[in-house]
């Protein structure tokens, strides 16, 4: 019997990447990424997360705004990151909702925004994102009165 090896993985992972295969794609980016099994490499991790990002999906979407906002593989991008981590976001995923309201709370990549921060964390937080909470609390630090209750009623109508 053969057993699968780390080279049978990844020789699978590079052949299901290179027809098109999102999933594929975002796995072998996360090896390149993380240099896990094989040799980290930035301009790898970028090159297949772009590729799964590019098909709409939202885990190397969230991978690829974090390569852009960190300069990994690429020049560093704020406005790029904030793309991409909103279309994750857009579809549910928690973590890339808590970084776009980041980016939202401190005006990074994006126009400063604290309502829209406000409802990013929410929005994360709702999800299962329970660090989003702390950071929504110190984004309503920095808010008015009136554009905390503004944030409040909205976030209701959002998760209600």
């Known amino acids: 019997m053969h057993a699968f090896s780390e080279e049978d993985y990844y020789q699978t992972l590079i052949t299901l990447a290179s027809w098109g295969d999102a999933k594929a794609q975002h796995n072998l980016g996360a090896l390149f990424l993380e240099g896990v099994e094989i040799q980290q490499n930035y301009a790898e991790a970028f090159k297949w997360h772009s590729l799964a990002a590019a098909q709409g999906m939202a885990l190397a979407q969230h991978d690829l705004a974090t390569l852009y906002l960190e300069g990994l593989g690429v020049e560093e991008d704020p406005a790029q990151a904030a793309h991409w981590f909103r279309l994750a976001a857009e579809q549910g995923d928690v973590k890339a909702q808590n970084n776009l309201a980041i980016l939202y709370a401190t005006g990074h990549g994006v126009e400063l925004d604290l309502l829209q921060a406000y409802l ?10 329970f660090e ?10 920095d808010m008015s ?10 976030s209701g109508s959002l998760v209600g």
Do not use: V
């Open 120 to 129: 990013w964390f929410t929005k994360a937080i709702h999800g299962g994102m």
């Open 145 to 154: 009165p009136e554009q905390l209750a503004e944030a409040r009623h909205l």
């Open 132 to 141: 989003a909470l702390d950071n929504r609390d110190m984004a309503e630090q």
